[in-house]
């Protein structure tokens, strides 16, 4: 009878610990097939037909316990990924237990302290990007309210193995370590719980150990940096800001100077029930932080500057988005969002949604270096430069003013327009020496018709219209490459879908007022997308621009190419 | 004998009804918009369903649907007594944007802030918009990927399966 009891009791513990396991996971493959197509001025396929980009990723759980991996196979990657990152492995997996009390991770860390000024990792898959803490984490939370962090380890490089420095690659990776503290008033101290005050306050540290391999510069073994932060609410209100601080870090993104970094990022809203507010304001000087000094674009990033300005998903003006200058920049940044409500005149049956928002970016302004004027700016080996805080260069980078209207005009239709203005230096942000300022001004209009309950129909016009390029500007023969894509651009969408799994579109993008005339293309596409519950088959055909791939505000620039490509995607 | 097999087979169905009443939810914690912790795995409904969507201030496809779930919330809250959080996956370019965005478009769901995408790891979401539904004992029933126009209405087709009161309008 004890026999049976315990075999009993051991089945039903078992059990129960199999009942409580969970499996979950995600597929994805991306592929493309390249095709030759004069016509874009695409004459060799460079030994590239096919490339593909695929991952799996299985997920264990069972209570407080966790673990998972991620195989990923670049076969070879696609056009526009970087080219480090041919091959298969298996490219992540990590194990946690956490109590609440305490949480436990190793393996590959994906965290941030902050808003990330001075720490965060990552992984963004449609940008091959992937900067991953391989080491250890413990997360404390002593008492509610209160939690700390302590992280260490190595980042992922591509496929660079961690264990040994590969010096063929010039892989000189250093050890990162954090800490970080972060403590919220209204949930630690019992009288502020329901208070319409709210606070909370954080602090980190971090800093690499990397081994100097320079035989010409002096390369500090141990770089530090830090960063505060506070958080205010009260009613509608909301106040943050976070200031970080890095000590000299002479790398190859600044040019080996051995200045100080500074960065400080705030932001300030207000919202009610139909109407919301948000200014931010961001400083960033010298502030790239990379675990390998000699890391270019954005290899190994330690750190996270965020871009605050308008996230456009439009084709037409997303062909211009901004990405963060490492090595400084002033930005602001206003949203205003409006709901006209429903019922009054404006606002018609459904309500209508308004939407402004502005934004700029600025170059700081650098002074020379105190020991004599002598020396120029930013000479490597050198202090580099000093720079007023608050002092706003006259070399503007980016701007953008936007209006929105989105409207639900009866059941069946739908209507969404936008008026952009845009001035965009293509010079510092993408690096086309000499091409002028991009100042475009941008429509587009998104109309949806539901034919019937299952059926809809969705037609996207834009156009983009920039004023200065074309009227007189003599172009250079050998700079020709750098007027891709510039001038004036049409484009049109038409997609008809049937709820809930397919949807069918034809798109064309014509850049019919390119300063050069060989330039005005057409780049026509067909997509097919099946939807079945968490799954997605997407193929399409035709040509893509030359543009850039924003996410979260990191890009990758996408050549331009014709053929068809590929995507299945599942997760369970 | 017959003893035993009845003894086993009852335990079978105390583990399996025991089965039946895990919850599917990730243990995770996030932010809401007023900056409290909530722990995904603790979420509760009364026992009515919780539907967990995907979305980002800079998702086109995303807002839509959140502007078509928006417009039948009420009737559906009556209706099921569903619930709907929506996971903001923005991170800290945008994470200042999310409280604005929301109340300025008069949203009523209970909003969570992803920063670190911790949630959207440990549901395995690829894209947004990612729309999941669970059970009033937090087991997952249906999920989505992506939006087309019109479909919040199988979405609440999965709602009213699972639901435990249906009161018709």
Sequence with gaps: ?572 | MKKLVTLLLMALMVTGLHAQTKSELPNVTLKNLNGKDVNIAKLNNNGNPIVITFWATWCGPCIKEHNALNDVYQDWKDETGVKIYAVSIDDSRSTAKVKPTVEGKGWDFDVLLDVNSDLKRAMNVSNPPHTFLFDGNGKLVYQHTGYIEGGEEDLYEEILKVAKTKKKK
Aim: with cysteine; hydrophobic share 35%.
């Design chain 1, 1 to 572: 009878m004890l026999a049976l009891a315990l075999t009993f009791g051991f089945r039903a513990s078992a059990q129960s610990f199999l009942e409580n396991s969970q499996v979950s996971g995600s597929f994805q493959t991306d592929a493309q097939y390249y095709m030759l197509d004069k016509g874009i001025d695409i004459n060799d396929l460079k030994g590239k037909q096919l490339g593909i980009n695929g991952f799996g990723k299985v997920n264990y759980t069972n209570g407080n316990f966790s673990a998972g991996m991620r195989f990923e196979a670049f076969l070879p990657e696609m056009n526009g990924f970087r080219s480090e990152l041919n091959g298969v492995g298996l490219a992540n997996f990590f194990a946690t237990y956490d109590n609440g009390f305490i949480g436990m991770t190793v393996g590959d860390i994906y965290d941030q302290f902050g808003s990330g000024l001075v720490f965060r990792t990552y992984e963004e898959w449609s940008l091959g990007m992937d900067n991953a803490l391989r080491g250890a984490r413990v997360v404390l939370r002593p008492t509610q309210g209160v939690t700390l962090k302590a992280v260490y380890g190595r980042q992922r490089y591509f496929w660079a193995p961690y264990l040994e420095r590969d010096f063929n690659t010039d892989d000189y990776r250093g050890i990162v370590r954090g800490f970080d503290a972060d403590w919220d008033l209204n949930q630690s101290i019992p009288a502020l719980n329901e208070s319409q005050f709210k606070m909370s306050l954080g602090g980190s540290f971090v800093s690499k150990k990397q081994a100097d391999q320079s035989s010409f510069y002096n390369i500090p073994e141990n770089v530090s940096a830090a960063a505060a932060r506070i958080n205010l609410g009260y009613g509608n209100w909301a106040f943050s800001t976070e200031y970080a601080y890095k000590i000299n870090d002479p790398s190859a993104i600044n040019n080996f100077i051995y200045k100080e970094g500074r960065a400080l990022l705030s932001s300030l809203s207000y919202s009610q029930k139909g109407f919301g507010a948000v200014l931010q304001v961001k400083r960033t000087d010298n502030m790239s932080f990379k675990s390998m000094y000699t890391g270019k674009q954005n290899d190994l990033d330690i750190n996270f500057i965020p871009p605050i300005n308008y996230t456009h998903t439009h084709s037409l003006p997303s062909m211009y988005t901004y990405s963060t200058q490492p090595n400084g920049e002033m930005a602001a940044q206003l949203q205003v969002n409006y709901t006209i409500p429903k019922g009054t005149a404006l606002g018609g049956k459904y309500g209508t949604k308004l939407a402004f928002n502005m934004s700029q970016v600025n170059d700081i302004v650098r002074d020379s270096v105190a020991y004599g004027n002598q020396i120029g700016l930013n000479q490597p080996g050198t202090l580099g430069y000093t720079s007023k805080f608050f002092a706003v260069s006259d070399h503007r980078f980016f701007r953008d003013i936007n209006f929105e209207v989105d409207k639900k005009i009866s059941k069946d239709w739908h209507l969404t327009a936008q008026y952009i203005n845009l001035y965009y230096d293509i010079e510092t942000i993408e690096g086309h020496a000499g091409a002028p300022v991009v100042k475009a001004n941008i429509g587009f209009m998104d109309v949806t018709y539901k034919i019937n309950k299952k059926q809809s129909l969705r037609l996207e016009l834009q156009g983009l219209w920039e004023n200065e390029v074309h009227k007189g500007y003599e172009y250079d023969e050998s700079e020709k490459k750098d007027y891709q894509k510039r001038g004036d651009w049409a484009a049109a969408l038409l997609e008809y879908s049937i709820n809930p799994h397919w949807s069918f579109s034809i798109a064309d993008k014509w850049n019919y007022g390119n300063p050069v005339e060989e330039y005005r293309d057409h780049y026509f596409t067909g997509t097919v997308t099946y939807i079945h519950d968490a799954t997605r088959v997407m193929l399409s055909a035709g040509r893509q621009s030359e543009g850039v791939v924003c996410v979260g505000g990191v890009c990758r620039t996408v050549p331009a190419s014709s053929g068809v490509s590929l995507t299945v995607s599942t997760s369970f």
